[in-house]
């Protein structure tokens, strides 16, 4: 190794170590952070699947759901194996997201350098993209792991592509088709990387050449594309795949937002202003917000503006092209891998999302570095002044990430600094509201509901939880009357009559609770609580073979849930039934029940017959 490559060697592995300790130097307050109320309870706190950690059962739940309107099986094992290690702690769930960010931007200075032999814009382009503020959210949501670990497969999809690049071959081929299969099961936003990988072949790879718009059309007709587009049939294929699933899974989970309620128009108004918007928050990363409500209304002048810009922008990188490859490779990038996300196809409630920026932004991350590169290159005695410019932007950056980041330590920083700088977020005041009751606020509650259902007053949802706040603040907490009152408005809604039914156990009056049980449930047969506390209260009449037949169809609906199982095998030891008692009680063990009290000593359960472990089944009803 000759002295040159070797400085270049040590001076990458700087690179590296600072972009490893920097990274945890912004991020590691998250470990004393909570879980917030916007999708984390849905993915880890209350999701029994994930909570049992890396099980055969969850392993095939993961492949067959559609919870939370996705298909991602691959972010699902990430947050199984977290509560596996972890349990329900937090801070363990946040550090694991925040070291996988450390890692994207390891390996994103990696194949940059690889690719470019560049090492100083390798690494400027590496650290705006672990600094920025716009990536704190990706970072610090639990709920959005998929993005950080779907980029972590990315960067292993493009560090595949190079090893084959470089020399060709079916083993290469086959980890580079892998990779990315692994990123589209981790998150299907990944589906325009067959696109990312046509643009390296432009630069820095230099696989093929564009001369100017007269030569475009033969270049079509070349050998060079054809074969290049032959290579990544199977990429562009798992891409339109993972597209069909992705479009399928959210318009039946009611996700994707019919032409009547935000027409194409509107969509493409969105759409240009949203690409402008987000080169805005890149360059000024103010007023960053969880969630930006679609107002359904965007003024002419900012659609034009925005049009015109973008416009403008596509002819300049165009015709820069030949002398500077990078500005069109990074500004088709940013267009490119931001379109599934821009509106055009409406998932959910927001006009744009920080989020959505991850990847994207590196495109344009990469025209700065270059560009900074080319001043250098040009302007001798620039040097100096850029290096200087260019560590106080990082500490800059890193200031302000710690400052964003500060508002993800609870739900409620969250949600109010949110309320602060957005209007009409009606979703934010419901979940606000939601966090106020958990802590008994309930006044607090009932106001921010009020101004959910002022801004979204169809919503049924909104009434139901402003309906219960005002019970609890009524009477302190919910009882009969405040519920039957509510059932005189929603008659056909069956966890109220859940609800009822609990009340009624809790007073004694077992008649009364089996009726408001099987109302319920006449409503919504799968009502697993339902099911489950009717059981209950045949039990505690002794009415065992009625238990034991609501408790078996609970199991056909979840058969995971081993709390289920522990029932079964404590009715089996009223009954006398040894055998059945224990084969039921093994069960329940494997599913995951650990109630501390009675596994504390016992561990041999061969041996459970006779053991305090058993004597305290027999005792829990």
Not at 195 to 219: E, Q, T
Not at 279 to 300: C, D, E, N, S
Not at 391 to 415: A, E, H, K, N, P
Not at 600 to 618: M, T, V, W
């Amino acid at each position: 190794m000759n002295l040159k490559s070797f400085i270049s060697a040590y001076t990458a592995l700087f690179f590296c170590l600072f972009l490893i300790f920097a990274t945890i130097l912004v991020y590691y307050p998250v470990a004393d952070y909570e879980f917030v109320h916007l999708d984390d309870h849905d993915y880890v706190v209350e999701n029994p699947y994930v909570r049992m950690g890396l099980t055969e059962l969850g392993f095939r739940w993961a492949f067959t759901t559609t919870r939370s309107r996705n298909w991602h099986p691959l972010t699902w094992f990430s947050h199984m194996l977290d509560a596996r290690v972890y349990g329900l702690y937090p801070g363990g769930h946040h550090m694991t997201s925040v070291l996988f960010h450390m890692t994207n931007a390891v390996l994103l200075f990696y194949v940059l350098f690889r690719m470019t032999g560049a090492l100083w814009a390798s690494g400027f382009t590496a650290a705006l993209f672990a600094f920025h503020p716009l990536n704190v959210e990706s970072v610090a949501w639990v709920a959005e792991r998929k993005n950080v670990l779907s980029t972590f497969f990315m960067m292993l999809t493009l560090w595949g592509y190079i090893r084959y690049v470089e020399r060709p071959g079916v083993c290469r081929y086959f980890i580079l088709h892998l990779f990315f299969l692994l990123g589209l099961m981790a998150k299907p936003m990944l589906v325009t990387l067959p696109f990312v990988l046509l643009l390296l072949d432009y630069w820095p790879l230099g696989r093929y050449r564009i001369d100017g718009f007269s030569n475009f059309k033969s270049l079509l007709k070349g050998s060079g594309i054809g074969y290049l587009l032959r290579e990544k049939i199977v990429l562009f294929m798992f891409s339109a795949a993972s597209s069909i699933v992705t479009y399928q899974v959210q318009q039946a989970g009611g996700a994707v937002s019919s032409v009547d309620v935000l027409s194409v128009k509107v969509r493409l108004a969105n759409a240009i202003v949203s690409y402008v918007a987000y080169i805005g928050k890149m360059i000024w990363p103010h007023r960053l917000a969880v969630l930006y409500p679609h107002t359904r209304a965007v003024h002419g002048w900012q659609v034009t503006g925005a049009a015109l810009c973008l416009v403008v922008i596509f002819i300049l990188v165009i015709a820069a092209s030949r002398r500077h490859p990078y500005l069109v490779v990074g500004w088709l990038w940013y267009l490119g891998t931001l379109f599934p996300v821009i509106g055009i196809v409406q998932v959910g409630v927001q006009a744009m999302a920080d989020r959505y920026a991850y990847v994207p932004m590196i495109g344009l991350f990469m025209i700065i570095a270059w560009g900074t590169s080319h001043i250098i290159a040009q302007r001798k005695y620039a040097s100096s002044a850029v290096f200087t410019f260019s560590g106080i932007l990082m500490v800059i950056l890193m200031i302000t990430s710690r400052s964003q980041l500060s508002y993800w330590s609870d739900s409620l920083t969250l949600f109010k600094h949110t309320l602060q700088i957005t209007r009409n977020n009606f979703v934010v005041h419901n979940n606000l509201g939601s966090a106020f009751m958990q802590q008994g606020r309930i006044i607090e509650a009932i106001d921010h509901f009020h101004e959910a259902l002022r801004i979204k007053p169809d919503l049924a949802i909104l009434r139901s939880n402003l309906k219960k706040a005002l019970a609890a603040k009524t009477r302190g907490r919910i009882d009969i009357a405040s519920v039957s009152r509510m059932l005189e408005s929603e008659p056909k809604n069956p966890e109220l009559y859940y609800r009822l039914g609990d009340l009624y156990k809790k007073k004694g009056d077992f008649a009364q609770a089996i009726a408001q049980y099987r109302n319920a449930l006449s409503l919504r047969p799968d009502f697993v609580p339902a099911l489950k506390n009717l059981a209950i209260t045949f039990a505690m009449l002794g009415n065992y073979e009625k238990a034991l037949s609501l408790f078996h169809k609970v199991i056909g609906i979840l058969p995971d849930d081993a709390d289920v199982y522990y029932k079964i095998a404590c009715i089996y030891a009223r009954q006398k039934k040894t055998e059945e008692a224990v084969k039921w009680l093994k069960e329940s063990i494997k599913k995951g029940f650990s109630d501390k009290n009675l596994l504390r000593s016992d561990a041999n359960l061969d041996n459970i017959r006779g053991s305090r472990y058993f004597r305290e089944l027999i005792k829990a009803f």
